[in-house]
């Protein structure tokens, strides 16, 4: 794969395009199961505790978040195209047990198998564009499109499964099966991805060079797993030579989603139980705040490409601060709706600028595994979140998690503001 400077060159690739659809499509099924069909399947059909619901998402979650540094070290050594179709084959197999499976254990597994094949999605498609990027790392109007895909995915799955389930009379049979196509489609999308990625810097051919003259003669069975060995024991002896970020990096990483994991859980609860919205009203909120983000991130990622990310990030942080903490304390519905839109606009400037930070601490050896590890990292912010946000909301009060969220996001301003500075350690990691 050819790195690229130019912006709109990524957005037309055909590398692009494949990892775009790709991540549209399983973001959908990821919606539809986890939002609008799995909650109520497991509880009205199938009778199942809210704690067994609960278990059940939690390793969803943590399949996803412990083979994303995985994937993303593997899509450099045997390529997109591999790593992706045996990932998706994972997510289409969830879906087969989700519909022949009734017990409690059956569905706790599906949905670990369905984590673990979704964990690759947001590590390729990172070190893709990071690769394709070349050296000026003009690659906000990208990471807007890939946020686009993912919000679009993850808004449609749930309307669209919701709508074909009144036409179905709640027929969840029909439903899985339309998933089971999805994942059919989205696992041929992903043929189209390019095999073996060659970035520059190129370490995996040095890597295979190295272990032939180790192992030149009389392979055994044991050859593949010590090559294997020596492959990781490499990847991360270079990890730790040529990852050299401030510190404050990885705290950073973790509250963008512990943020969000603090809110998910208590949105619709608190819209609902204290500013008694209804649901109808409810899904309007819904559409008026991630529409905003859905429209607004593409040009925001331009503006990004063009200004950098600092400004992006400053003003995002304190407005989505300023906008949660206003929320936690308003019964207004008008004034609900612009609070709600203001913090639309405050992640369409957030999500694209932050990638695209992130991306310029990625050094050129070992895109895929750092950024799995990144995004692991960042994504264990989402399994606390809840937790945390439970604790606040039976043991404080109902606005505590929105107030918690905005402290958070006003540390993040402070965390930015630094590492805008000062991105990089005064000396090299030992």
């Known amino acids: ?12 690739s055909p590398f692009f395009i494949a990892m775009w659809l790709t991540l549209f499509l399983v973001e959908i099924i990821k919606g539809a199961l986890l939002v609008a069909i799995l909650p109520v399947y497991m509880d009205n ?32 050594r045997i390529g997109f195209r591999a790593t992706m179709v045996t990932a998706l084959i994972c997510t289409l197999i969830a879906v087969i047990m989700i519909i022949f499976f009734k017990s409690a254990f059956g569905l706790a ?18 070190t893709g564009v990071t690769a394709m990027s070349g050296p ?49 489609l989205v696992i041929l999308v992903a043929l189209i991805l390019p095999g073996r990625v060659i970035v520059e810097g190129e370490h995996t051919e040095e890597d295979s060079k190295r272990a032939d003259m180790k192992y030149p003669a009389k392979p055994n069975i044991l050859t593949p797993f010590i090559r294997l060995k020596n492959s990781v024991q490499g990847t991360l002896q270079r990890v730790r030579s040529t990852l050299n970020v401030n510190p404050l990096v990885y705290p950073a990483l973790f509250m963008q989603s512990f943020v969000i994991g603090l809110l998910s859980p208590v949105i619709t609860l608190y819209t609902r139980t204290d500013l008694h919205i209804s649901p109808n009203l409810y899904s ?4 008026a705040g991630g529409g905003i983000t859905v429209i607004a991130l593409l040009p925001v990622g331009k503006m990004v490409d063009r200004f950098g990310t600092a400004p992006f990030l400053n003003i995002g942080f304190l407005m989505a601060a300023v906008s949660l903490f206003a929320f936690s304390s308003i019964t207004s519905i008008p004034v609900v709706f612009g609070v709600v839109m203001l913090v639309g606009v405050s992640y369409a400037m957030i999500l694209p600028a932050w990638n695209a930070f992130v991306a310029t601490l990625i050094p050129k050896g070992e895109r895929g595994a750092i950024w799995g590890f990144f995004l692991t990292l960042q994504g264990s912010g989402m399994v606390v979140g809840p937790i945390v946000s439970g604790l606040l909301w039976d043991h404080i009060s109902h606005p505590a998690p929105f ?27 030992k």
């Open 136 to 184: 000026q790392n003009k690659n906000g109007t990208a990471m807007g499109a890939l946020e686009m895909a993912a919000l679009g995915g993850t808004g449609l799955g749930p309307i669209g499964m919701n709508w074909l389930l009144e036409r179905t009379n709640h027929d969840y049979r029909t439903i899985f099966l339309v998933l089971m196509g999805v994942a059919v």
């Open 45 to 76: 059909i199938l009778g199942l505790s809210a704690g067994v619901i609960g278990v059940a998402f939690a390793l969803q979650y943590l399949g996803d978040n412990l083979f994303r540094a995985p994937s993303g070290w593997a899509a450099e």
């Open 1 to 12: 794969m050819q790195t690229n400077t130019k912006p709109a060159k990524i957005l037309r």
């Open 284 to 287: 309007l909120l819904l559409i």
């Open 403 to 429: 107030i918690g969220s905005a402290v958070v996001m006003a540390g993040l301003a402070v965390v930015h503001y630094v590492l805008s500075r000062k991105p990089y350690r005064t000396a090299p990691a």
């Open 109 to 126: 597994v599906a949905c670990l198998i369905l984590g673990i094949g979704t964990a690759p999605l947001w590590p390729c498609a990172m």
